[in-house]
């Protein structure tokens, strides 16, 4: 889902949401699809612990949150889109965890709406 999402924004912005032969839908994505999108990311697209880049890539060194401010998340209640990223075990490596309602206290944390933290 995040591939398609990506890609169709894409379209949409270099088209100005309308093609020369094809009309293209401007682009919107709910905040439920985006936090699962940006969730889909962070579990498949980084290098984890359980598939690690072949070089490894330099430490993160530190930690920091992403927050959706469109979710539950931004209500105070547990829910998609809080993220904690971390480190991995592994050198090089990262670990994106879904986290409840303050685990990111206290951390440089990123927040927005979700289809812009996903984009």
């Not at 999402?5 to 985006?34: K, L, Q, R």
């Not at 969730?39 to 060194?61: K, M, N, R, T």
């Not at 991995?88 to 927005?112: D, K, W």
């Amino acid at each position: 889902m995040q591939e398609i999402a990506v890609h169709h924004c894409d379209v949409a912005d270099a088209t100005g949401a309308t093609g020369a032969t094809v009309t293209i839908t401007p682009f919107s994505i709910t905040p439920e699809v985006a936090a699962d999108a940006i969730d889909e990311f962070l579990e498949v697209s980084i290098s984890s612990d359980v598939d690690p880049a072949d070089a490894g890539a330099p430490v993160l060194a530190g930690s920091f949150g992403l927050r959706c401010t469109d979710t539950g998340a931004a209500a105070g209640t547990d829910g998609p889109g809080v993220w904690r990223i971390t480190d991995g075990a592994t050198p090089g490596t990262m670990r994106a965890a879904t986290e409840c309602v303050g685990a990111t206290e206290g951390l440089p944390t990123i927040s927005g709406r979700a289809s812009d933290l996903l984009l």
